[in-house]
């Protein structure tokens, strides 16, 4: 008997010699640790994301904020007495960035890997549904643009002349979260449906159709009642998600400025974050699997 199997009475392998059961990728750990990614890049790309998420809005309350009270004009909206414009601007802004952030984060990456790098075929073996890639990028991008939000916030509300400082307190700490949050996702969610169905040739008009019109009709610079004497341009501007977000933060934060009743931003944004989901996951689903 060799010296292998003296002992054993058989010449079956110890057990103590098989191997492991493979490990199994669950849907929460695989997801966790695409998340873990994206925050890695995130992290990396830290100061590129500061200087590109500040930039626009710091200038626009610094002309509007403190250069126009300094020459005599833009101190107030809605007449002497009325909340200053940077009161207007605080709400307005922080929405717009995210918006404009949560899209950007989605848009751009998701062209490069559909259309360029082809890396979303990597992605696509992970052992996740493909509608759950979608989620993950939609997850990633919205939280990019709540951290767009955050970091605007303290610029908005520091850059101002002298006596023009906004009157700013939250008024309903729930209905600031949720508007916040809900807002994050639509504008990424919209994001992926854009960013599977345009193409990257023409990604250039995405800034005059889209991001353009959006931000300069999306009640960012004066409240939706503003607009009752332009009664069409006010119907117009409800298809608008800006609106919404903008009218939301305004009820939050500036409630003394006239803003939409609670339950219309709150349905436009929470209906329309599942309606774009829904629509962005089959789009998505189809362009990663053609």
């Known amino acids: 008997m060799s010296a292998s199997t003296a002992g054993t009475g058989t010449g079956a392998v110890p057990a ?27 992290r990396k790309n830290f100061l590129s994301t500061f200087l590109r998420v500040l930039v626009q809005p710091v200038l626009f309350v610094f002309v509007f904020a403190y250069v126009l009270p300094k020459l005599g004009g833009g101190a107030t909206a809605g007449g002497p007495g009325g909340p200053s414009f940077a009161t207007i601007l605080v709400p307005g802004l922080v929405g717009s960035s995210i918006i404009m952030q949560a899209m ?18 990597d992605r696509a073996l992970a052992p996740v549904p493909i509608p759950l ?44 979260i949720v508007v916040m949050v809900s807002g994050a996702l639509l504008s990424a969610a919209g994001g992926l449906l ?6 990257p040739q023409k990604v250039q008009m ?75 996951m089959r789009t998505f689903t189809r362009r990663v699997l053609t």
Not at 146 to 171: E, M, N, R, Y
Not at 194 to 199: A, P, R, V
Request: with cysteine; glycine share 6%.
């Open 16 to 42: 103590v010699l098989a191997p492991p059961p493979p490990a199994r990728a669950t849907i929460p750990r695989t997801f966790a640790a695409m998340m873990a990614r994206e925050a890695r890049v995130m």
């Open 104 to 121: 950007m984060a989605v848009i751009f990456p998701l062209m490069m890997e559909l259309n360029w790098q082809k890396s979303i075929t």
């Open 133 to 176: 890639l979608g989620a993950q990028k939609i997850v990633a991008a919205a939280a990019q643009g709540l951290i767009g939000g955050l970091l605007v916030f303290p610029a908005v509300l520091f850059i101002h002349a002298d006596g023009q400082a906004p009157k700013v307190h939250v008024d309903n700490w729930p209905v600031l």
């Open 194 to 199: 854009l960013g599977t169905l345009m193409n």
């Open 206 to 280: 995405l800034f005059a159709v889209v991001l353009l019109p959006m931000t300069m009709l999306g009640c960012v610079y004066y409240p939706w009642s503003a607009l009752d004497d332009i009664r069409w341009l006010q119907i117009v501007s409800l298809f608008n998600p800006l609106v919404y977000l903008s009218e939301g933060l305004r009820s939050a934060l500036t409630p003394d400025v006239p803003h939409m009743p609670v339950w219309v931003f709150m349905l436009a944004t929470i209906g329309g974050t599942i309606l774009l989901t829904w629509a962005a």
